[in-house]
């Protein structure tokens, strides 16, 4: 792995998003929509404050994994890649200069979607900010990993997007939000236990459970980002230079 040429594409990405207004808005928009219609449906009612520090981890996962895979197959499609890796340029080097440049934006969005939430939204949390924002970003950056790995399968971005259902939704019903993981089946159980996403909604739950940081918290936290580490290993080794 080359430094220099991680950063460079870094920068390469981050300027090619800028000039895509709609990406960033979508990136930035759309979990505060979705934050703030829950918390207008829920008004008056325990639920948001139940729910809300959950989803504020799962929107912005979503919107990662969708909006990232679907970027770095446009690479592949185009023949991008497949220049750049005829020079110095080695597929860790791709991986983990769009995971920086995605991470920068995961940034900017869990800042903005924390703020709306906690000051827009009235969102009750007893733990520290910091933390939550901590791990709204992890989240978003382990969605941005996500869809890394699944553009390296998919050869059409209509199959990018076809692969969200697949990656999202059964750790979705299984994470913890719709029933606590202590209360499901034994196989399910046990399978929500490999899970990335058990362990965000964990780490989310426990800010929002106590005013002081846990040991509990803390572990979830580096779970997640062992998934994050593995999910850019795995990119990087199943990384073919063009879509067939």
């Known amino acids: 792995m080359n430094p220099g040429l991680t950063f460079a594409t870094t920068g390469r990405a981050l300027r090619q998003i800028r000039t895509d207004h709609r990406t960033i808005a979508l990136i930035m928009g759309v979990p505060m929509v979705a934050i703030g219609l829950l918390a207008w449906i829920y008004n008056n009612t325990p639920v948001f404050d ?123 019903l299984l994470c913890g939000l719709l029933v606590d993981r202590d209360q499901l089946p034994a196989f399910l159980s046990a399978v929500s236990d490999v899970l990335p996403l058990s362990y965000a909604v964990d780490a989310m739950k426990e800010v929002t459970a106590h005013a002081e940081v846990t040991s509990a918290g803390v572990w979830s936290m580096v779970i997640v980002a062992g998934f994050i580490v593995l999910a850019l290993a795995l990119a990087s080794l199943t990384l073919s230079r063009r879509t067939p």
């Open 50 to 172: 139940a729910i809300g520090p959950a989803l504020l981890g799962i929107f912005p996962l979503v919107v990662m994994f969708v909006v990232t895979s679907v970027a770095t197959l446009r690479e592949r499609q185009s023949g991008t890649l497949e220049r750049l890796l005829t020079t110095r340029m080695g597929k860790a080097d791709f991986m983990l200069g769009y995971a920086g440049a995605f991470g920068a934006l995961a940034i900017v969005q869990a800042l903005l979607a924390t703020s709306f939430s906690i000051w827009v939204c009235d969102l009750d949390v007893l733990g520290p900010v910091w933390m939550l924002v901590l791990v709204a970003v992890l989240v978003a950056v382990l969605g941005s990993s996500l869809g890394l790995l699944a553009s390296a399968f998919a050869r059409t971005e209509f199959q990018a997007v076809q692969f969200m259902p697949a990656f999202i939704i059964p750790q979705f």
